[in-house]
């Protein structure tokens, strides 16, 4: 597609349940983030992946947060055990990364609220 | 680290009026870029504006500006005549040239009002 697809777009779980957030980059763009944002909140980054590693999973708030990239393409983050605390929107990016002196815009996705109820 | 800083939580603009929204930012890194993305109530992330460390000359798109003052580590977005669609939460966010490490950092925001 043109831009960065996060599903499901909204989503909600009982407590305690497993959640899988899905983000679908921008073809071609080897940069994946995600951040989380509370209600009326900044971003707080969770992970970022350069192909298909995480150089930086310093984000993670619990061991109950995982997120992989395969192929260097879709990205899932899943969190198990949701906690009420969870609740938020995940927002997922995606950017080309050139290097020095180049743009690395990052283009988000719509992002994927999840109530933990 | 990078750390991202905007003072201004909100702010009530004018209509037609200019606007500052303030940013600084800390970090040791030579190489970086400086972004600022608007949030409108939709949601969405839309980037307005890029500045890159070696860059002499401020970036401009439309009525976007970035005055941009490397030894003071201030990257301070301009709105000229505001409208009434700027209304948004608009974030600053950096990052480095570094390969594989290229984490966008994002500062807390600011929510700009524009008032009629």
């Known amino acids: 597609g043109a831009g960065v697809s996060q599903s499901p777009s909204n989503k909600v779980t009982e407590k305690g349940k497993d959640v899988e957030l899905r983000c679908d980059p921008i073809?071609?763009?080897?940069?994946l983030y995600w951040y989380r944002q509370s209600l009326g909140q900044g971003l707080e980054f969770l992970i970022y992946f350069q192909g298909n590693s995480a150089p930086d999973k310093s984000g993670l708030p619990s061991d109950r947060f995982s997120a992989e990239r395969t192929g260097g393409s879709v990205s899932t983050l899943t969190i198990q055990r949701t906690q009420q605390e969870d609740s938020a929107v995940y927002l997922c990016?995606?950017?080309?990364?050139?290097?020095?002196?180049?743009?690395?815009?990052?283009?988000f996705g719509q992002g994927t609220r999840l109530t933990v109820v | 680290a990078q750390k991202i800083t905007q003072t201004q939580p909100g702010m009530f603009v004018q209509e037609k009026e200019a606007v500052t929204l303030d940013c600084t930012y800390d970090?040791?890194?030579?190489?970086?870029?400086l972004f600022w993305y608007k949030q409108p109530s939709s949601g969405e992330m839309i980037f307005l504006i890029y500045?890159?460390?070696?860059?002499?000359q401020n970036a401009t798109e439309g009525r976007y500006s970035l005055n941009f003052q490397k030894a003071r580590k201030s990257a301070n977005l301009v709105i000229s005549a505001s409208q009434l669609g700027d209304s948004a939460m608009y974030f600053c966010?950096?990052?480095?040239?570094?390969?594989?490490?290229?984490?966008?950092?994002f500062g807390t925001g600011t929510r700009l009002t524009i008032i009629p």
């Open positions: 966010a950096m990052n480095r040239f570094d390969f594989g490490n290229e984490k966008l950092t």
């Open positions: 970090t040791s890194d030579q190489s970086y870029g």
């Open positions: 073809s071609g763009h080897t940069a």
């Open positions: 500045q890159g460390s070696y860059d002499e």
């Open positions: 990016a995606s950017s080309l990364v050139f290097g020095a002196k180049m743009n690395t815009e990052a283009f």
